[in-house]
């Protein structure tokens, strides 16, 4: 089902496209919609689980490009006005100099890209979403209907007249058959003027009544055709007033949804956020989002921009031999070091802005994983490979003072991944990834072909589960030759699988602990299973749990040899080794509870 959506003609329809489409998932209806503009060869992709906000956010990102589109536009009118005036040397001169201005204050924003989100306030204000334009069309007037012009009769002949009075001389008076027949002359004359005044004057008439014809049809025609645009105008200005309404109900809405905490209300106002982030025009504006409200962790996948995109031209010289302009540009070296510096800041600066914004607290905790768009140039295949990761607690994050803090040692302290030299774009292992399947199904959604006639991961006997994790991890390191045991914990009520592994640079002992939970991995789990990675001098700790872990749990994990793996990763293991399961953590409350008053 496609979208209607009702943008306003404020952007130039031979360069916009969109689409949009209505999808069923497993949380409800959900409306994406894709972008596209020619000129700019930029795409994006936007969704949202109310039509409203997603209107609402094409309408932002139309308006955005149109901005930018009308710039460029001028640059290049511009531009080709500049080709055509014929500076002389000065003039050049004094051009090389604002170009250069130019260029150096491209490269300052570049490296103050922390400190110009320190001055803003990143919160969302949701009255400046909603449309309070006016209709815009004038109302239709009626068209004027020139008044008739009508023919004058011609004043009546009256026998009384001059003209048809006899002139009778004396003679006439004296003969009396003269004077007869002057006065019988005059009568005749007075007839005939009349004879043809009477039949000028029906004359006169007849087309007097057609223009007074004439004249009524234009009027009601007028009338009739001012009623009809009328009526159009009123219907158009409701269906505006009826849609703008609505649009603005949508965003009040979404607004009680965030303020409720409900998780698409908290992805779309996050992702807001980042859109009202500016940025240089070159760089890419895409990302990611996933927001669990169990653990109030929100996880951000960040297109971080790469070298290319990045401002090169450090000087303008204007050669006067040659006539010409010379662009100095930054060393290599130089270059590399300002990215770097700029990934750390756009990483800050990420975490600042989703921080500052959460005015209602939701979030605990943020993971932002970034990843550069290249080409290896090796092998000149595309790469995108995540060279950031890091995680910060809203207090640990809020308590830094942004404005005196070396970028780089800032992402260090918390505990932030990354190689030494990012420009390399080594590729790292996220904290947390996104769970891009949404693998793990709640409430009523279910799959049919599931392990053990359609057990759920949850609801399983302990002791099965903790075998079940024991031949997932059999299969997994059985490549390298690793031999996975099940041993019984002495400090865990659970079953403990020991990896050896026989690697003589990498290998050792690697404990997993397995966890049937059905509520949030606590983060006395964590520190449990720490305990016995160094009680069993093991070289890595893995916790397999059906459930997700806290924002505490991953903050005490992270500088330490452990690693969590929650009920979607279970699942994609198990996936990939061929098999089907599921995991519903409402169900399995439900059938432990049962099973427990059972016994």
Not at 438 to 460: C, H, P, W
Not at 554 to 564: G, H, S
């Amino acid at each position: 089902m496609g979208l209607e959506f009702k943008i306003k003609e404020v952007f130039d329809p031979s360069q916009i496209d969109f689409t949009g489409t209505e999808v069923s998932t497993a949380r409800g209806i959900r409306y994406d919609a894709t972008v596209v503009h020619r000129g700019l060869m930029k795409n994006r992709f936007i969704s949202s689980t109310d039509l409203g906000v997603a209107q609402q956010k094409v309408s932002a990102q139309i308006r955005v490009w149109d901005e930018l589109w009308k710039k460029q536009v001028e640059k290049s009118k511009e531009a080709q006005k500049k080709e055509k005036l014929r500076l002389d040397k000065e003039e050049k001169k004094v051009l090389a100099v604002s170009k250069t201005d130019e260029a150096l204050r491209a490269i300052d924003n570049i490296k103050d890209t922390l400190k110009h989100t320190l001055s803003v306030n990143d919160a969302i204000d949701w009255n400046s979403l909603k449309d309070d334009s006016k209709f815009n069309q004038l109302k239709p007037e009626k068209k004027t209907v020139s008044s008739p012009v009508f023919k004058k009769i011609p004043k009546e002949p009256i026998s009384t007249d001059s003209q048809y009075i006899p002139k009778l001389n004396f003679f006439d008076k004296l003969i009396s058959s003269k004077k007869q027949e002057k006065i019988g002359a005059s009568k005749a004359l007075f007839r005939r003027d009349h004879s043809r005044w009477e039949e000028a004057k029906k004359s006169i008439e007849s087309k007097n009544g057609k223009i007074s014809q004439e004249y009524e049809n234009q009027r009601a025609g007028a009338e009739a055709e001012h009623e009809l645009a009328l009526s159009k105008w009123e219907e158009e200005k409701q269906a505006f007033l009826k849609g703008q309404a609505e649009a603005n109900a949508a965003i009040g809405a979404r607004k009680e949804q965030y303020e409720q905490k409900v998780p698409e209300a908290i992805i779309d106002y996050c992702d807001m956020v980042l859109s009202n982030s500016q940025y240089p025009d070159s760089f890419p504006k895409e990302w990611e989002l996933d927001y669990k409200l169990t653990t109030k962790i929100l996880l951000v996948e960040y297109r971080l921009p790469s070298i290319e995109d990045l401002p090169r031209v450090k000087e303008v010289k204007y050669i006067q031999s040659r006539d010409e302009f010379m662009d100095v540009f930054l060393s290599e070296s130089e270059l590399l070091r300002i990215f770097d510096d700029l990934i750390y800041q756009v990483a800050l600066r990420t975490l600042h802005e989703l921080y500052e914004a959460d005015t209602i607290k939701t979030l605990a905790s943020i993971v932002l994983n970034g990843w550069v768009k290249s080409v290896d140039k090796r092998t000149g295949k595309e790469i995108c490979p995540c060279i950031i990761s890091v995680q910060a607690s809203r207090d640990e994050f809020l308590s830094l003072n942004l404005e005196k803090v070396e970028p780089k040692t800032c992402f260090k302290a918390l505990k932030g991944v990354g190689s030494s030299k990012l420009h390399s774009l080594t590729p790292i292992a996220p904290i947390l990834q996104m769970d891009r399947k949404d693998k793990r199904f709640v409430e009523s959604y279910t799959v049919e072909d599931t392990i053990q006639n359609g057990d759920n991961l949850a609801a399983m006997d302990w002791e099965d589960f903790e075998h079940l994790v024991r031949e997932v991890f059999e299969k997994e390191f059985s490549h390298d030759g690793g031999e996975v045991k099940i041993t019984r914990a002495s400090r865990d009520a659970g079953v403990d699988a020991v990896v050896f592994y026989p690697d003589p640079l990498r290998g050792g002992k690697i404990v997993i602990q397995a966890k049937r939970y059905t509520d949030t991995v606590p983060v006395s789990a964590v520190r449990d299973l720490y305990g016995t990675v160094l009680n069993e001098g093991a070289i890595k700790g893995i916790l397999v749990s059906t459930a997700d872990y806290g924002p505490d749990a991953y903050e005490f994990a992270r500088d330490k040899p452990l690693t969590l793996l929650s009920g979607s990763n279970l699942l994609h293991l198990l996936e990939k080794q061929g098999h089907k399961a599921r995991i519903d953590l409402k169900e399995a409350k439900k059938i432990l509870a049962e099973s427990e008053k059972g016994t």
